[in-house]
């Protein structure tokens, strides 16, 4: 684009904080705005809000307008995610007001799209890149005020009575102090923080909220304290119902920096903003003068970035790990005070973030299971990762619109939230329970026993929403108890009909398994048929968790070979030993020094290395691909945390390993 040539903005949302923005592409110097997209486009007065600009009836028609380079989202917090996702496919470039997303979850799909699609996307705090911001940072890090120490920040005010049909009130648009105005103080600790250590912002070690709900359910007045490394403690505020002074706090070892309404900087449409500084009894006013408007900023941070090819914001305005950072904060904010939306549950969240319908896809390729009468996607999904049904939906969503079928949940998983989520995740989605090939777990350490099977099932299928699993696994083994008083129990569910295809151990010995398999045959019982220990590239030296097994070692994969008993291998990429995570003058990361590090294991790290540089891949794409291509049937177990993490493993399964390449890797 043009150095010279106008962005030319669309803005869907005709409320006040878009009429705000208008003010500021009009005193910029690098935007223009064109349209304004509305459901109403009738309303009295509405184009005199907005002069110049066509009003568009309906925002998927400003989407396709060909005259709109970039588009500010201005609906109501729940809308953000899935307008600026539609914004992002349709090759907008979008600035989405704060917060840019409800979690930091959906705020990391956000900016994912936008780089798959090469567009800019950026968050709307306009105080970021104002002059005053910029001054108070080069205060910190002059030293003005000796070491930081500690912050304190509010952002409250108050609406004087509960106004249920107003959106700051309202449950269901995530009304509340916390996301409206809470990001403010929160994103300004976490500036001055990084400040002090000479980076643009750091995230905090702890966080530790207090607040009170009020009549529906939303945060009228919250408070955190948050710890930063190196010592520095922040402690923020909001309200809604509750006025408060405001002012920025910036403690040090030799003074402090006081700052009234610092989001407010010099004034919405200019003036003169005032930075207090004391150092013992002296107190100097720094005066911020500034004719610009204050959105009049924003507009052309986004417009110079959008200008020079950049997709985010550079520091001080938020980037994207700043501004998914920012979220993390609020999300450990709101759990602290148990607010949870009623658009976050399954019964209101029941399309995926687009706003979309989730049907199944048939990208990622399937195989037959000895046992299991359904195709199966030739990985399967686990997430016992995820806070909630919100966060986990995400991936949940996008592994089945890509074609993934096989979920792996267990009794144990987050006390039965895993079990709870997928059950609300396929009942909610309406997904045909005969497309699912569902893997339960029981029987885990310390209750070991043949007896907990069937009431750990009872419990299992209730959170599942459902009355079978497809395969099942006994989660641990106890080698005190006869192998074959375990065989028998499986044996009941499965002529219950609650196994309806296969079971078997995880983490079980070759040992054990060959017993049990000897024992069903002379007893006339159903047989375990599957494994789900660990299997890698990189042999697992030190279990992970007590009780775990590898069978990644020769004498396993000769045995995995000879009875082609299907392993659902855990850990299958080696738990980052692939990535640049770990090296062999890397220490930081105890759980994989432990667990793998090794010549051997690094060896293969060398040749997964080699590999990928020479197919223009990853090395943890290869670690994948080599799971795969075993002689024997192993179907990998990934974890993503995030949509970009799944889309990137499931970029591994179109690597076609040859057997000489395996051994190769092996060697």
Known sequence: MSSDQPIRWGIIGPGTIARTFADGIAHSRTGKLVAIATRNPDKPGLADNFPGARVVKGYEALLDDSEIDAVYIA??????????????????????????????????????????????????????????????????????????????????????????????????????????????????????????????????????????????????????????????????????????DNTLRIIGSEGRIEVKDFWFASGHKGGVGK??????????????????????????????????????????????????????????????????????????????????????????????????????????????????????????DAFYEAGGNVFDTAFVYGGGKTESIFGDWHTSRNVPREEIVLIGKGAHSPLVYPDIIAKQLDQSLNRLKTDYVDIYFMHRDNPDIPVGEFVDAMDAEVKRGRIRGIFGGSNWTRERMDEAAAYAAKNGKAAPAALSNNFSLAEMLDPIWAGCVTSSTDEWKTWLNERQVPNFAWSSQGRGFFTDRAGRDKHDDEEIVRCWYSDRNFDRRDRAIELAAKLGRSPIHIALAYVIAQPFPVIPLIGPRTIAELEDSLSALDIKLTPEQVKWLEA
């Open 75 to 244: 609906v109501p917090h729940t809308g953000h995610a899935e307008w600026a996702i539609k914004a992002i496919r349709a090759r907008k470039h979008v600035l989405v007001e704060k917060p840019v997303a409800l979690t930091a979850f959906d705020a990391e799909a956000i900016y994912h799209e936008a780089k798959k699609a090469g567009v800019f996307a950026g968050e709307a705090f306009m105080y970021r890149v104002h002059p005053q911001t910029a001054k108070i940072v080069e205060l910190v890090t002059s030293g003005a005020i000796g070491t930081v120490r500690i912050i304190r920040s509010s952002f409250g005010f108050n609406m004087g009575t509960f106004r249920p049909e107003h959106r700051l009130f309202a449950n269901e648009t995530a009304g509340g102090g916390i996301l409206d105005v809470g990001g403010y103080p929160v994103s300004m600790a976490r500036l001055i923080a990084g400040a002090a250590e000479g980076k643009p912002f750091v995230e905090p070690e702890k966080v530790a909220g207090v607040g009170h709900l009020g009549h529906s359910g939303v945060d009228e007045w919250a408070s955190a304290v948050l710890k930063f490394p190196g010592g520095i403690i922040a402690e923020v505020s909001c309200s809604i119902m509750a006025n408060q």
């Open 275 to 396: 930075i207090e500084l004391f150092k013992g009894n002296e107190q100097q006013t720094i005066e911020i003068k500034e004719e610009r408007w204050l959105y009049s900023f924003e507009v052309d941070a986004a417009g110079d970035s959008i200008r020079a090819g950049q997709k985010e914001f550079a520091a001080p305005g938020m980037g994207w790990a700043d501004s998914i950072g920012n979220l993390r904060v609020l999300d450990q904010w709101r759990a602290s005070i148990g607010l949870e939306y009623s658009v976050e549950k399954a019964d209101k969240r029941t399309r995926n973030l687009a706003g979309d319908t989730v049907s199944y896809g048939n990208s990622i390729p399937k195989r037959t299971i000895p046992g299991i009468s359904k195709p199966a996607s030739a990985v399967t999904l686990g997430f016992e990762f995820f806070p909630n049904f919100a966060a986990a939906s995400l991936t949940l």
